[in-house]
């Protein structure tokens, strides 16, 4: 597989434009959040070193198209919150001085959404609170180590306070636990300094074990993800969490399978990302 990864790497690197950006797929402009987690895999898989100058062109779109605001969002996209969060994390490693200023203004307008309770919202324009936006910014945060404590403490309480009863989480209030809203909280339940102090993120690992399906995949009903996706995120996390023997092997034959049939060239890439990100573990 280690093989099959490179190839995909390589792939994506060569869809990036001329200005930085990243497409979410193939036909598309340039992705705001597709090119901050492009950023994000080559520091995962520590290639950033060797891909500078790939790098320091997609940071350079970033810090381009961040609005005057501090927020960043793809237009088509209202998920304005969870994208701020990801392209902010994308800067803190990439350690770049100077961009520095427009993650300090980023920074601004994104704690400054959280509501009272601690959640965060969607956007600006739908004041619900989101347990996926939540737990991205909280994985955001848990990279500042001492600072934002009361907003890290806040989230957490607000996502151990919403976790369902089977150790999920949901979309939306009333609806039923989801695989892929589940891993986002759970990323970021573990940027947060005092996680091994509570059972939630065990409730959830539980809950992911327990909604495998015999396929090996996840399955999410969350509109922009897919089961590919959600079962690269699930690996992850059950290998974050030292979880081996049949589930994860079973995940991985399901990816497998999935990547001897697919059309990468079709498919979204952030699907891809988060294949190449589980099969790095």
């Not at 009272?116 to 739908?126: H, L, M, Q, S, T």
């Amino acid at each position: 597989m280690a093989l099959q990864s490179e190839n995909f790497l390589h792939f994506l690197k060569q869809q990036q434009f001329v200005d930085g950006a990243f497409p979410a797929c193939a036909g598309q402009g340039g992705d705001i959040l597709i090119t901050a987690e492009m950023v994000i895999l080559f520091h995962r898989l520590k290639k950033a070193a060797t891909n500078r100058d790939l790098i320091k062109k997609a940071l350079t779109y970033l810090y381009q198209v961040q609005e005057e605001k501090g927020k960043w969002g793809n237009g088509y996209d209202v998920e304005e919150v969870r994208i701020t969060a990801v392209v902010l994390r994308a800067f803190l490693m990439s350690g770049l001085d100077v961009i520095s200023e427009s993650v300090q203004k980023g920074l601004v307008w994104l704690v400054n959404r959280q509501k009272e309770k601690g959640a965060f919202p969607v956007n600006d324009n739908i004041y619900q609170p989101n347990v996926r936006a939540t737990g991205e910014v909280l994985r955001l945060l848990g990279r500042l180590e001492n600072s934002y404590m009361r907003q890290k403490d806040m989230a957490f309480e607000w996502l151990a306070g919403v976790q369902n009863e089977d150790g999920g989480f949901s979309a939306a209030e009333g609806s039923g636990s989801d695989p892929l809203v589940t891993a986002d909280a759970l990323f970021g339940l573990y940027g947060y300094s005092n996680y091994f102090k509570s059972n939630v993120g065990q409730r959830a690992i539980r809950y992911l074990i327990d909604t495998q399906h015999e396929n090996g995949s996840w399955h999410t009903s969350v509109k922009d993800g897919t089961d590919i996706g959600c079962t690269a995120k699930a690996l992850m996390l059950l290998q974050r969490d030292g979880v081996k023997g049949p589930v994860v092997q079973a995940g991985y034959t399901y990816l497998r399978e999935k990547l001897e049939l697919a059309r990468w060239d079709q498919c979204a890439y952030g699907d891809l990302i988060a294949v190449i990100s589980a099969l790095s573990n």
